[in-house]
Protein backbone atom coordinates (compact mmCIF):
# COMPACT_ATOMS: atom_id res chain seq x y z
CA UNK A 1 0.00 0.00 0.00
CA UNK A 2 2.88 2.27 0.84
CA UNK A 3 4.18 2.22 -2.40
CA UNK A 4 0.85 2.75 -4.34
CA UNK A 5 0.31 5.86 -2.24
CA UNK A 6 3.73 7.21 -3.01
CA UNK A 7 3.10 6.21 -6.54
CA UNK A 8 -0.06 8.58 -6.28
CA UNK A 9 1.72 11.47 -5.04
CA UNK A 10 4.44 11.23 -7.82
CA UNK A 11 1.53 11.26 -9.99
CA UNK A 12 0.69 14.47 -8.62
CA UNK A 13 4.29 16.35 -9.01
CA UNK A 14 4.39 15.48 -12.55
CA UNK A 15 0.82 16.74 -13.27
CA UNK A 16 1.87 20.08 -11.86
CA UNK A 17 4.77 19.94 -13.81
CA UNK A 18 2.86 19.61 -16.89
CA UNK A 19 0.02 21.92 -15.79
CA UNK A 20 2.83 25.05 -15.47
CA UNK A 21 4.30 23.93 -18.65
CA UNK A 22 0.41 24.00 -20.68
CA UNK A 23 -1.35 26.72 -19.53
CA UNK A 24 0.90 29.04 -21.87
CA UNK A 25 0.67 26.71 -24.89
CA UNK A 26 -2.83 26.07 -24.50
CA UNK A 27 -3.49 29.92 -24.49
CA UNK A 28 -1.34 30.03 -27.70
CA UNK A 29 -2.77 28.05 -29.47
CA UNK A 30 -6.07 26.29 -28.32
CA UNK A 31 -7.20 23.89 -25.76
CA UNK A 32 -8.39 21.87 -28.52
CA UNK A 33 -5.31 21.96 -30.76
CA UNK A 34 -2.92 21.19 -27.96
CA UNK A 35 -4.48 18.45 -26.60
CA UNK A 36 -5.27 16.73 -29.95
CA UNK A 37 -1.22 17.01 -30.73
CA UNK A 38 -0.54 15.67 -26.91
CA UNK A 39 -2.14 12.62 -26.94
CA UNK A 40 -1.45 11.77 -30.22
CA UNK A 41 2.30 11.84 -29.23
CA UNK A 42 1.73 10.00 -26.01
CA UNK A 43 0.11 7.11 -27.75
CA UNK A 44 2.45 6.50 -29.71
CA UNK A 45 4.89 6.39 -26.56
CA UNK A 46 2.81 4.33 -24.50
CA UNK A 47 2.70 1.94 -27.63
CA UNK A 48 6.16 1.88 -28.08
CA UNK A 49 6.52 1.02 -24.01
CA UNK A 50 3.32 -1.36 -24.45
CA UNK A 51 4.67 -3.52 -27.40
CA UNK A 52 8.07 -3.80 -25.84
CA UNK A 53 7.32 -5.18 -22.57
CA UNK A 54 4.07 -7.54 -24.07
CA UNK A 55 1.97 -5.66 -21.38
CA UNK A 56 -1.28 -5.89 -23.91
CA UNK A 57 -1.40 -10.19 -23.72
CA UNK A 58 -3.02 -8.95 -20.03
CA UNK A 59 -6.07 -7.46 -21.02
CA UNK A 60 -8.58 -10.05 -21.87
CA UNK A 61 -11.51 -9.37 -24.53
CA UNK A 62 -13.73 -8.29 -21.35
CA UNK A 63 -11.76 -5.60 -20.63
CA UNK A 64 -11.90 -3.35 -23.94
CA UNK A 65 -15.21 -2.47 -23.42
CA UNK A 66 -15.17 -0.60 -20.40
CA UNK A 67 -10.80 0.51 -20.97
CA UNK A 68 -12.53 2.19 -23.77
CA UNK A 69 -15.68 4.00 -22.00
CA UNK A 70 -13.14 4.87 -19.23
CA UNK A 71 -10.41 6.62 -22.08
CA UNK A 72 -13.20 8.38 -23.69
CA UNK A 73 -14.79 9.63 -20.84
CA UNK A 74 -11.59 10.08 -18.27
CA UNK A 75 -9.49 11.26 -21.08
CA UNK A 76 -11.20 12.40 -24.20
CA UNK A 77 -14.07 14.18 -22.16
CA UNK A 78 -12.05 14.85 -19.40
CA UNK A 79 -8.68 16.25 -20.29
CA UNK A 80 -10.28 18.49 -23.10
CA UNK A 81 -12.34 20.27 -20.20
CA UNK A 82 -9.45 20.08 -17.89
CA UNK A 83 -7.32 22.27 -20.32
CA UNK A 84 -10.46 24.73 -21.12
CA UNK A 85 -10.21 25.24 -17.59
CA UNK A 86 -6.77 25.59 -17.40
CA UNK A 87 -6.96 28.41 -20.04
CA UNK A 88 -9.24 30.29 -18.56
CA UNK A 89 -8.70 30.61 -15.13
CA UNK A 90 -5.08 29.66 -14.80
CA UNK A 91 -3.20 26.22 -13.40
CA UNK A 92 -3.72 27.65 -9.48
CA UNK A 93 -7.82 27.76 -9.78
CA UNK A 94 -7.74 25.25 -12.06
CA UNK A 95 -5.71 22.49 -10.06
CA UNK A 96 -8.13 22.95 -7.18
CA UNK A 97 -11.44 22.19 -8.95
CA UNK A 98 -9.80 19.28 -10.38
CA UNK A 99 -9.44 18.06 -6.19
CA UNK A 100 -13.03 17.57 -6.62
CA UNK A 101 -12.16 14.12 -8.11
CA UNK A 102 -10.92 13.21 -4.92
CA UNK A 103 -14.37 13.08 -3.18
CA UNK A 104 -16.12 12.76 -6.60
CA UNK A 105 -14.12 8.87 -6.36
CA UNK A 106 -14.50 8.48 -2.90
CA UNK A 107 -18.14 8.58 -3.15
CA UNK A 108 -18.16 6.46 -6.29
CA UNK A 109 -15.97 4.24 -4.80
CA UNK A 110 -18.41 3.61 -1.80
CA UNK A 111 -21.91 3.41 -3.51
CA UNK A 112 -20.87 2.00 -7.65
CA UNK A 113 -17.92 -0.59 -6.33
CA UNK A 114 -19.04 -1.09 -2.86
CA UNK A 115 -15.77 -0.53 -1.06
CA UNK A 116 -15.53 -0.42 2.31
CA UNK A 117 -12.86 2.43 4.02
CA UNK A 118 -12.11 2.53 7.71
CA UNK A 119 -13.20 5.81 9.35
CA UNK A 120 -9.65 7.18 9.85
CA UNK A 121 -9.14 6.90 5.70
CA UNK A 122 -12.16 8.68 5.29
CA UNK A 123 -11.12 10.99 7.87
CA UNK A 124 -7.39 11.07 5.70
CA UNK A 125 -9.32 11.94 2.39
CA UNK A 126 -11.34 14.82 3.73
CA UNK A 127 -8.69 16.60 6.06
CA UNK A 128 -6.32 16.28 2.23
CA UNK A 129 -9.08 17.72 0.76
CA UNK A 130 -9.85 20.51 3.27
CA UNK A 131 -6.08 21.57 3.21
CA UNK A 132 -5.64 21.52 -0.77
CA UNK A 133 -8.80 24.07 -0.86
CA UNK A 134 -7.18 26.29 1.85
CA UNK A 135 -3.64 26.07 0.60
CA UNK A 136 -4.92 27.58 -2.88
CA UNK A 137 -8.12 30.02 -1.69
CA UNK A 138 -5.43 31.78 0.61
CA UNK A 139 -2.29 30.90 -1.93
CA UNK A 140 -2.18 34.21 -3.71
CA UNK A 141 -2.44 38.15 -3.01
CA UNK A 142 -4.18 40.39 -5.53
CA UNK A 143 -0.81 42.15 -6.17
CA UNK A 144 0.11 39.33 -8.03
CA UNK A 145 -0.21 40.02 -11.37
CA UNK A 146 1.68 37.25 -12.87
CA UNK A 147 0.19 35.21 -15.92
CA UNK A 148 -0.34 32.12 -14.11
CA UNK A 149 -3.40 34.34 -12.23
CA UNK A 150 -4.82 35.91 -15.55
CA UNK A 151 -8.26 35.13 -16.28
CA UNK A 152 -9.03 34.80 -20.08
CA UNK A 153 -12.94 34.29 -20.76
CA UNK A 154 -15.58 33.63 -18.29
CA UNK A 155 -14.97 32.84 -14.88
CA UNK A 156 -18.26 30.81 -14.41
CA UNK A 157 -17.38 28.38 -17.78
CA UNK A 158 -13.97 28.61 -16.41
CA UNK A 159 -15.46 27.20 -13.14
CA UNK A 160 -17.65 24.65 -14.77
CA UNK A 161 -15.30 23.23 -16.92
CA UNK A 162 -12.96 21.84 -13.73
CA UNK A 163 -15.64 20.51 -11.99
CA UNK A 164 -17.18 18.61 -15.18
CA UNK A 165 -13.11 17.42 -15.86
CA UNK A 166 -12.83 16.43 -12.45
CA UNK A 167 -16.23 14.27 -12.31
CA UNK A 168 -14.80 12.56 -15.71
CA UNK A 169 -11.62 12.30 -14.10
CA UNK A 170 -13.12 10.22 -11.04
CA UNK A 171 -15.48 8.16 -13.71
CA UNK A 172 -13.04 7.27 -15.60
CA UNK A 173 -11.26 5.67 -12.23
CA UNK A 174 -13.90 4.02 -10.90
CA UNK A 175 -14.50 2.48 -14.42
CA UNK A 176 -11.08 1.21 -14.35
CA UNK A 177 -10.28 -0.09 -10.94
CA UNK A 178 -12.12 -3.64 -11.50
CA UNK A 179 -10.17 -4.26 -14.66
CA UNK A 180 -6.84 -3.43 -12.71
CA UNK A 181 -7.83 -5.43 -9.90
CA UNK A 182 -8.08 -8.52 -12.39
CA UNK A 183 -4.87 -8.67 -13.80
CA UNK A 184 -4.84 -5.90 -16.60
CA UNK A 185 -1.59 -4.21 -17.49
CA UNK A 186 -1.81 -0.40 -15.90
CA UNK A 187 0.23 0.53 -19.00
CA UNK A 188 -1.19 -1.35 -21.46
CA UNK A 189 -4.51 0.17 -19.99
CA UNK A 190 -3.26 3.61 -20.23
CA UNK A 191 -2.46 3.00 -24.13
CA UNK A 192 -5.88 1.89 -25.11
CA UNK A 193 -7.60 4.58 -22.91
CA UNK A 194 -5.19 7.20 -24.54
CA UNK A 195 -5.36 6.26 -28.11
CA UNK A 196 -9.30 5.82 -28.26
CA UNK A 197 -8.84 9.48 -26.52
CA UNK A 198 -6.55 10.53 -29.64
CA UNK A 199 -8.70 9.32 -32.48
CA UNK A 200 -11.15 10.83 -31.59
CA UNK A 201 -10.19 13.97 -30.64
CA UNK A 202 -8.17 13.88 -34.17
CA UNK A 203 -11.44 13.68 -35.51
CA UNK A 204 -11.92 17.12 -34.65
CA UNK A 205 -9.29 18.09 -37.18
CA UNK A 206 -11.61 17.79 -39.80
CA UNK A 207 -14.81 19.73 -38.58
CA UNK A 208 -14.48 23.13 -39.92
CA UNK A 209 -14.70 25.16 -37.05
CA UNK A 210 -12.31 27.84 -35.98
CA UNK A 211 -12.73 26.22 -31.81
CA UNK A 212 -11.06 22.57 -33.71
CA UNK A 213 -8.08 25.54 -35.52
CA UNK A 214 -4.40 25.85 -34.35
CA UNK A 215 -4.28 29.67 -33.40
CA UNK A 216 -0.93 29.75 -34.86
CA UNK A 217 1.86 27.89 -36.48
CA UNK A 218 3.23 24.97 -34.32
CA UNK A 219 7.23 25.85 -34.04
CA UNK A 220 9.32 23.14 -33.06
CA UNK A 221 9.86 25.41 -29.42
CA UNK A 222 6.14 24.81 -29.44
CA UNK A 223 5.90 21.04 -30.54
CA UNK A 224 8.90 20.05 -28.07
CA UNK A 225 6.70 21.66 -25.09
CA UNK A 226 3.70 20.06 -26.38
CA UNK A 227 5.73 16.23 -25.93
CA UNK A 228 7.38 16.96 -22.60
CA UNK A 229 3.59 18.45 -21.55
CA UNK A 230 2.40 14.75 -22.65
CA UNK A 231 5.50 12.97 -21.38
CA UNK A 232 5.22 13.98 -17.62
CA UNK A 233 0.98 14.47 -17.80
CA UNK A 234 -0.06 11.46 -19.59
CA UNK A 235 3.17 8.92 -20.29
CA UNK A 236 4.53 9.33 -16.94
CA UNK A 237 1.45 10.70 -14.49
CA UNK A 238 -1.26 8.96 -15.96
CA UNK A 239 0.63 5.48 -15.76
CA UNK A 240 1.70 6.27 -12.19
CA UNK A 241 -1.58 6.89 -11.30
CA UNK A 242 -2.97 3.94 -12.85
CA UNK A 243 0.24 1.61 -11.36
CA UNK A 244 -1.26 3.30 -7.84
CA UNK A 245 -5.02 2.55 -8.57
CA UNK A 246 -3.94 -1.25 -9.12
CA UNK A 247 -2.51 -1.48 -6.01
CA UNK A 248 -4.23 0.66 -3.52
CA UNK A 249 -7.24 1.80 -2.89
CA UNK A 250 -9.09 4.11 -5.35
CA UNK A 251 -10.38 6.82 -3.18
CA UNK A 252 -7.07 7.14 -1.14
CA UNK A 253 -5.08 7.04 -4.56
CA UNK A 254 -6.99 9.85 -6.02
CA UNK A 255 -6.82 11.68 -2.70
CA UNK A 256 -3.09 11.95 -2.39
CA UNK A 257 -2.96 12.76 -6.49
CA UNK A 258 -5.07 15.32 -5.65
CA UNK A 259 -2.69 17.10 -3.67
CA UNK A 260 -0.77 18.43 -7.01
CA UNK A 261 -2.57 22.22 -6.30
CA UNK A 262 -0.53 22.38 -3.03
CA UNK A 263 2.86 21.23 -5.13
CA UNK A 264 2.03 23.90 -7.75
CA UNK A 265 1.72 26.40 -4.90
CA UNK A 266 5.29 26.09 -4.16
CA UNK A 267 6.30 26.20 -7.89
CA UNK A 268 4.77 28.88 -8.36
CA UNK A 269 6.52 30.64 -5.42
CA UNK A 270 9.98 29.66 -6.99
CA UNK A 271 9.60 30.71 -9.98
CA UNK A 272 7.54 34.16 -9.48
CA UNK A 273 9.52 34.87 -6.48
CA UNK A 274 6.25 35.84 -4.50
CA UNK A 275 5.95 34.41 -1.47
CA UNK A 276 2.34 32.45 -0.31
CA UNK A 277 -0.25 34.34 2.04
CA UNK A 278 -0.10 32.19 5.70
CA UNK A 279 -3.40 30.91 4.54
CA UNK A 280 -1.33 29.09 1.97
CA UNK A 281 1.06 27.39 4.67
CA UNK A 282 -1.94 26.40 7.13
CA UNK A 283 -3.50 24.54 4.25
CA UNK A 284 -0.26 22.64 3.41
CA UNK A 285 0.13 21.57 6.70
CA UNK A 286 -3.53 20.42 7.22
CA UNK A 287 -2.99 18.44 3.66
CA UNK A 288 -0.10 16.72 4.93
CA UNK A 289 -1.86 15.93 8.61
CA UNK A 290 -4.69 14.12 6.26
CA UNK A 291 -2.00 12.42 4.03
CA UNK A 292 0.02 11.21 7.53
CA UNK A 293 -3.71 10.18 8.72
CA UNK A 294 -3.87 7.68 5.05
CA UNK A 295 0.09 6.68 5.54
CA UNK A 296 0.06 5.26 9.01
CA UNK A 297 -3.09 3.60 9.03
Given at each position: ?22 V ?13 I ?10 I ?31 T ?6 K ?23 FV ?5 Q ?11 I ?120 G ?5 S ?12 IL ?8 A ?17
Amino acid sequence: MLTAYTLALAAAFSWSLASLISVDITRIIGEISFNRIRLIVVTIMLLIFTILNDGFTSIENEFLFPIIISGFIGIFLGDTLLFSALKTIGPRRNNILFSLAAPFTVFLNIFVLSQKMQIIEIIGCLVVFIGVIIAIAYGSSKDNLHRWEKIEGSIKIGIFFGILAALCQAIGIVIMKPILDNGADPIASATIRTAISAFALGLTYFFPHKIFENKTKISLNLFLKIILSGFLGMALGMSLLLIALKKGDAGIVVTLSSTSPIMILFMIWILTKKVPKIGAWIGSFIAIIGASFIFLN
